[in-house]
């Protein structure tokens, strides 16, 4: 079986220094808020680009946080608005609904697959406050259009970075373009823990004091409480495990966009819609993610060929039973995608022979 992402063997090429670095904590005794978390905040800040970085629990605690700061702040207040990509996964829409925030769904482009920038000003109203840009399967959806946009309204750009840790948009990461950028390290993401973790970086310096409060009880201080928080922070365990991890993530992407160029060099099947990429450095391949008429169809053929593959994602945001009362609005580029979609097997740990069996089998479909 070719699996889609072999997390065995990701963690397994990281020993013996993840194991070392694990049991290093484990003989610590201290597990929240020491050393490791403070090395890998320093050094992800570093990595991304920006001043400050705070850990956190997850990443949708990251980006529900960002969203609380700039309310606590006073920027924000219950009923403005946050465009949003329709076809995002549903995290980037709780962050917005758990702080009361109202969600305007744009469609995407349909061949990126991120915000179709040119759809934005005409949903804005003066309600709008906020953009929320995601780098969707890990190419950067930044652009000269969303820049003019945010400026001319005076809006505050916040990045869901979880699946595009190391993309670039010019000389800059993504995490680094907007005011504030959510970051995932779930166990499948490009610089993965070993669980749940995530991570909040930013320019700004008191939005940086005010989130690191708020993930902390609500918390300046021990035992003062000046804000009604949350419990959403790095463990130290994790924090020494992605301090490993992310020496190595560059060349990690760098084989994630060999393996992408193999596949949009030789896959040939008609029947398959590829991706398409106007600039390499900016995409680093979380996903690599086909559309096929017949998607379901294809994923039962490769199954039975022994390839593991993933739907991301099957059901739109908008049709969702959590949101049912937009179970009746209309984007029909979105769910196009959410219907055609499939994603193919990449991993920096893929040998040759497993690339060349995929493409085999899928141009054999």
Same mark, same amino acid.
């Given at each position: ?95 917005? +609904? ?103 970086? +930013? ?163």
């Amino acid at each position: 079986m070719i699996k889609f992402l072999d997390l065995k063997k990701i963690n397994d090429s990281f020993n013996p220094e993840l194991s070392l670095a694990v049991q290093r904590v484990l003989d610590s005794g201290w597990y929240l808020l020491g050393e490791d978390t403070k090395m890998f905040e320093q050094e992800y800040a570093s990595f991304i680009g920006t001043k400050h970085c705070i850990g956190v629990a997850n990443g949708l605690d990251a980006l529900r946080i960002i969203l609380r700061a700039y309310i606590e702040l006073g920027q924000m207040k219950e009923g403005d608005e946050i465009i949003v990509p329709a076809n995002t996964y549903i995290a980037s829409i709780l962050a917005i +609904t758990e702080n009361r925030l109202i969600p305007v769904l744009v469609e995407p482009d349909l061949l990126s697959y991120n915000l179709n920038s040119f759809l934005i000003e005409e949903k804005i109203t003066p309600r709008t406050r906020g953009i929320m840009l995601v780098h969707l399967y890990g190419q950067n959806g930044m652009n000269p259009e969303i820049v003019r946009i945010r400026k001319k309204y005076n809006l505050r750009l916040i990045e869901d970075n979880a699946q595009a840790i190391g993309s670039l948009y010019g000389n800059k990461r993504t995490g680094s373009l907007g005011d504030a950028a959510g970051h995932s390290f779930y166990p499948g993401k490009n610089l993965g823990a070993l669980g749940d973790a995530g991570a909040i970086t +930013t320019d700004d310096d008191s939005l940086a004091s005010m989130m690191r409060a708020l993930g902390n009880y609500g918390a300046t201080q021990k035992y003062r409480h000046d804000y009604k928080g949350l419990n959403s922070r790095l463990d130290e365990i994790q924090a020494a495990v992605l301090r490993v991890k992310l020496k190595r993530l560059d060349d990690d992407n760098r084989r994630r966009q060999e393996v992408a160029v193999y596949y949009l060099n030789n896959i040939r099947n008609p029947k398959l819609v590829l991706p398409i990429v106007s600039d390499v450095t900016g995409h680093v391949w979380h996903l690599f993610v086909i559309r096929c008429h017949q998607r379901d169809d294809l994923q039962q053929y490769l199954v039975q060929r022994d390839i593991q593959t993933i739907i991301h994602y099957p059901i739109p945001p908008h049709q969702q039973a959590a949101y049912k009362d937009w179970n009746d609005w209309s984007y029909p580029v979105t769910e196009l995608i959410h219907r055609e979609v499939l994603s193919l097997p990449i991993s920096p740990v893929m040998t040759d022979i497993e690339i060349e069996r995929v493409v085999q089998v899928v141009n054999e479909f």
